[in-house]
């Protein structure tokens, strides 16, 4: 490492603006990521997709119900256009026979007999479809409310992420002037340290004898060390290897 020798103490500080502007937009990158309202969102959509299954299982109950109930109706609908013929048939006048007549009226018997026998079997189907037909609109109350408060919280995701994007380029700029100020060398100087340390914090303030960048007390004997390095000469912190600054 090899930093302009008219470096002096204020210069240095610039790596600690830029670390702390870093750091800024990590804390922004963080807070996007972990917004609570996206785990709100996420329990919505879970709560939504149970939802519809719940809904599907439901419909092809439904439906395999009210298909009876509807082959049914039409059938009385058949029964009754059949028993309003005999019925004309039998009043209608034209009638010589009495054993017509007879056969007739016992068709008539015969096919009110199987209409009270269906009327039975759709007033079954329909208490079976009650308890169904209330939970189809329980959830889809309940899914329209879900619906709601997602659009509602992506709405906010939304508003929250637009800030917080807002925030970070008004950091980025602070940061480019702020590495103008700084000149190359210094920039690079931090840039490798920022390499170096990965997602740790790069550079840290020597505060007293502790290292601002992982708050450990620093050693005596290495604190002499440090201090009597040329001001322009950066050291690093014995602990976890942050650039101090002094
Ligand atoms: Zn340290």
Known sequence: MSVNKEATLSELEVLVELQELDTRLSQLDHKSRTLPELEHLAKLE?????LESKFAEIELELSALRKSQNDREVEIQQLEDKVAKATSSLYGGDMTSPKEAAALQSEIDSLAGRQSVLEDQIIELMEEIEP???EEERIEV???????TVLATQ????MVLSEIEAERSAVKQEKQSVEERAGNDLVLLYEDNRKRMGDH???GRLMGT???ACFLEIAAVEI???RRLPSDQPSECPECGA???R
């Open 46 to 50: 879970a709560e939504d997709s149970e």
């Open 132 to 134: 169904y037909a209330t």
């Open 142 to 148: 309940a899914r329209n409310a879900c619906l709601e």
């Open 243 to 245: 650039l101090l600054v």
């Open 201 to 203: 914090t790069a550079v």
């Open 155 to 158: 709405d906010k995701i939304a």
């Open 224 to 226: 002499d060390r440090i």
């Open 210 to 212: 502790s290292c601002g």
